[in-house]
């Protein structure tokens, strides 16, 4: 039986697991939250803590239910997301029990850093909101019963750092794969967590002590490199934990130097430049419609990557001029065409690719026809053949990059073929219409206007690879 695509679980078994993580999350967050005060607990404060952990983590789940499905249909990016949680919890807990100046230096953007790179974009910041306002929740709770000081320069700083800084985080630093770049953003996050620590000093000045004040304002400056640093630690160990990839990881395989990529240049050259030349169409049209370039370009490099098996029955390698489809089957081509996607599972599960990737493979195609020989078995037959049966098996593409990846892989070898300029939009919509004929984008959340501005993507980047060269004069230079 033939390899199926990666799936994440779906339907009631999906909801159901989701529903058991998201119990043990509370569960947790409850038992770090109320056990160190259990000496002084009583019916009130622990009701309050309950019902303010149970309503915050709960509005997360459902804002990742109705911004982000895709993440919430995957239960270890759910896991993932609660443990962050409950992690960055942990380290403000630790920090400020055990020190007068724990908060100045807590990583307050931590969480919605971890969870922006290996869970999900749009969730990093609501989640980091919920652990700022759960902690604070906290202090004034336990606060108001153990008698203290509850309303402080101190709270009031963890509750306007905290939103500010996983603000920035999660949308106006964005994701970077370059690890040099998170220098500057833990700089820019100390800065503007120094800056709040200043402001929240003097909203609560009675009688300014220098001390006091040059040591919390430099620890929370601090804070920002801090929390790169717990970042560049944690991101690796939960990637293997949960089974989950940066952008870091990501941007490592999408180099033409891994040992799958120097394989494909060796067993099959002609596929190994169709891919790069495909990545440099996916990555400008991933551009262009806001999903992650990175990524793109990963599944560009090793989308056919199964015609290792068969590289001389695939055209791009075929430089003797021999087809040795001339002397099969129309039926036995076609099986061995379709087969590169399902080779190409395989592979990319003996390398350990991410199972995005694995999916990029096998959902590329779609449920396409091969037209060519399909056309050719007609020939042979007086009656009307089934294109299913000369069909690639599918699925369709699930994501937008794949549904980009589809566009751009045919793309690429029709303006090859051609090598017309003047036809390049002409086989664009072509192509593109063919697969809108054949509903290949029935189960992603592409839209028209994506799919517009991924034509005139790839029309602009062929006319760019292809554009004319200066003819140079050939003039003896020698004296």
């Not at 994440?8 to 770090?32: D, H, M, P």
């Not at 942990?90 to 850093?113: E, H, K, T, Y």
């Not at 609560?204 to 430099?218: G, H, K, N």
């Amino acid at each position: 039986m033939n390899p199926k695509t990666p799936k994440t679980l779906t339907g009631s078994k999906s909801v159901w697991v989701n529903v058991a993580v998201f119990i043990l999350a509370f569960a947790c967050f409850c038992l770090v939250s109320l056990l160190p005060h259990m000496k002084t607990l009583n019916l009130r404060s622990s009701l309050v803590e309950v019902s303010s952990i149970l309503l915050l983590l709960g509005s997360v789940a459902l804002y990742g239910f109705f911004t982000d499905k895709q993440t919430m249909s995957e239960p270890r990016k759910v896991l993932a997301l609660y443990v962050t949680m409950l992690l960055c919890y942990g380290i403000l807990f630790v920090l400020d029990s055990n020190w007068q100046f724990g908060l100045d230096i807590a990583p307050f953007a931590l969480c919605s850093l971890v969870i922006s790179l290996i869970v999900s974009g749009k969730l990093g910041f609501f989640a980091n909101f919920a652990v700022i306002m759960m902690y604070f929740v906290k202090i004034i709770n336990f606060g108001l019963e153990e008698e203290q000081f509850f309303v402080s320069d101190q709270s009031i700083y963890l509750l306007l750092a905290g939103v500010i800084t996983s603000v920035y985080a999660a949308y106006v630093l964005g994701k970077h794969y370059r690890r040099i770049v998170y220098i500057n953003v833990g700089l820019i996050l100390g800065v503007i967590s120094a800056l709040c620590r200043v402001i929240c000093y003097f909203m609560f000045l009675s009688v300014f002590e220098r001390d006091y004040f040059i040591i919390s304002v430099v620890l929370s400056f601090l804070s920002g490199i801090i929390g790169i640093m717990i970042m560049f630690i944690v991101v690796p160990v939960f990637e293997k934990i949960f089974n989950v990839v940066s952008v870091f990881r990501f941007s490592e395989i999408a180099s033409s130097n891994t040992p799958l990529m120097r394989k494909l240049f060796e067993k099959a050259p002609g596929t190994y430049n169709h891919s790069l030349t495909v990545a440099n169409y996916v990555e400008a049209c991933a551009s262009v419609i806001g999903e992650s370039t990175v990524l793109a370009r990963a599944c560009a490099y090793y989308h056919d990557v199964g015609k290792i098996k068969n590289p001389s029955y695939f055209a791009e390698n075929q430089t003797d001029g021999v087809n040795l489809h001339d002397h099969l089957t129309p039926e036995s081509s076609v099986a061995i065409i379709k087969s590169h996607t399902v080779n190409g599972l395989a592979i990319a599960k003996e390398y350990g690719m991410p199972v995005e990737i694995q999916r990029a493979i096998m959902e590329h195609h779609g449920t396409m026809p091969v037209k060519y020989f399909y056309a050719k078995a007609q020939k042979y037959t007086d009656g009307k053949l089934d294109p299913a049966d000369y069909s690639y098996d599918g699925p369709k593409p699930t994501s937008k990059i794949s549904a980009l990846l589809m566009i751009c892989d045919a793309c690429e070898a029709a303006l090859r073929a051609s090598n017309d300029r003047s036809k390049a939009e002409e086989i664009v919509d072509k192509i593109v219409n063919e697969r809108l004929m054949f509903d290949q984008f029935s189960d992603c959340d592409i839209t028209m206007k994506e799919i517009d501005a991924i034509k005139s993507t790839i029309i602009t980047t062929y006319l760019g690879i292809r554009h004319k060269r200066v003819k140079y004069p050939e003039i003896d230079m020698r004296s």
